[in-house]
């Protein structure tokens, strides 16, 4: 079963740095790529980008181009979602998912990020 | 970037009821064109990719249709447990993007 098990919920003060994880089981990591997408609290879904695990290769979304990082090793099956400087405006749901044809067929249960002073 | 407006942002829909929801793009986009359902708490769902392509194990009662701008999805006889909100999302060109979502709600 094609699995995608994202890291646990934070808490962080604004200026912090952070990495939340998603690690995928049940397929060939290096086959599709793995998109992130952001939920802001009662909002809509937005697409921050997308790595190819077989070489680490991005796409971002100029909306977070600069201010997150999309990484991947493919020796253990995971992908990362980094910021250097968090911000209260980073506060919500972060989703990973399977891109197969760039659809996002297979999500991650979400990790909840709150920045809060 | 291509901007995805979905219309309506909600609706109250009674079970049994057809239910169209409308999503129509900035520029043409072919049928690089994906729905997904999301519950209250949980993530989003893949129904339909491809404009029109039913994913593997959703109900036939979920319908795509559209190509170029104009994209639809149908949901023919309402079940209670369809009630939930609806994205579109492109995937023609970078960065994807999403349509503002439909809440479909129980009249």
């Known amino acids: 079963e094609v699995q995608l098990v994202q890291s646990g919920a934070e808490v962080k003060k604004p200026g912090e740095s952070l990495r939340i994880s998603c690690k995928g089981s049940g397929y060939s990591f290096t086959s599709y790529w793995i998109s992130w997408v952001r939920q802001m609290p009662g909002k809509g879904l937005e697409w921050m980008g997308r790595i190819d695990p077989s070489d680490s290769y991005t796409n971002y979304s100029p909306s977070f181009q600069g201010h997150v990082t999309i990484s991947a090793d493919k020796s253990i099956s995971t992908a990362y979602l980094q910021w250097s400087s968090l911000k209260a405006s980073d506060t919500a749901m972060y989703y990973c998912a399977i891109s197969v044809a760039a659809r996002l067929t297979s999500w991650g249960q979400g990790t909840l990020v709150t920045v809060s002073s | 970037a291509i901007r995805i407006t979905q219309s309506p942002s909600s609706l109250s829909a009674s079970t049994g009821d057809r239910v169209t929801i409308t999503c129509r793009a900035s520029q043409g986009i072919s049928s690089y064109l994906a729905w997904y359902q999301q519950k209250p708490g949980k993530a989003p769902k893949l129904l339909i990719y491809?404009?029109?392509t039913l994913q593997s194990g959703v109900p036939s009662r979920f319908s795509g249709s559209g190509s170029g701008t104009d994209f639809t999805l149908t949901i023919s006889c309402l079940q209670s447990e369809d009630f939930a909100t609806y994205y579109c999302q492109q995937y023609y060109s970078y960065p994807w993007t999403f349509g503002q979502g439909t809440k479909v709600e129980i009249k």
């Open positions: 491809a404009a029109s």
